[in-house]
């Protein structure tokens, strides 16, 4: 099974930026998509940003143009690069990917960090 381990959250003032990152360790055959996801107070989870093992990136509207997801495929590593950060980005976010053993596919998430956006 792999394992997530999220790493890179705080506290940051509005308009700033913090960088997430996510590493993937253990039994690794192969990765298919990494992705990000958020938990606020009170809300529900929600995606963030995906991107495919090939590189294809998806955003959702709220993100789009302040959050930049890469992935480093030889270091199992994924980033979330959040600029222009605001109090609405605070949040749990959790580290997800979706991997294959060689006969099939599973889940897996990180344990969170978390995101603070206060002045």
């Known amino acids: 099974q792999v394992q997530l381990v999220e790493s890179g959250g705080g506290l940051v003032q509005p308009g700033g930026s913090l960088t997430l990152s996510c590493a993937a360790s253990g039994v690794i055959f192969s990765i298919n998509a990494m992705g990000w996801y958020r938990q606020a107070p009170g809300k529900q989870r929600e995606l963030v940003a995906t991107?495919?093992?090939?590189?294809?990136?998806n955003y959702v509207d709220f993100v789009k143009g302040r959050f930049t997801i890469s992935r480093d495929n030889a270091k199992n590593t994924v980033y979330l690069q959040m600029n222009s950060l605001r109090p609405e980005d605070t949040a749990v976010y959790y580290c997800?990917?979706?991997?294959?053993?060689?006969?099939?596919?599973?889940?897996?998430w990180g344990q969170g960090t978390q995101v603070t956006v206060s002045s």
């Open positions: 997800y990917a979706r991997c294959y053993t060689g006969t099939y596919e599973y889940s897996t």
């Open positions: 991107i495919t093992s090939g590189g294809s990136r």
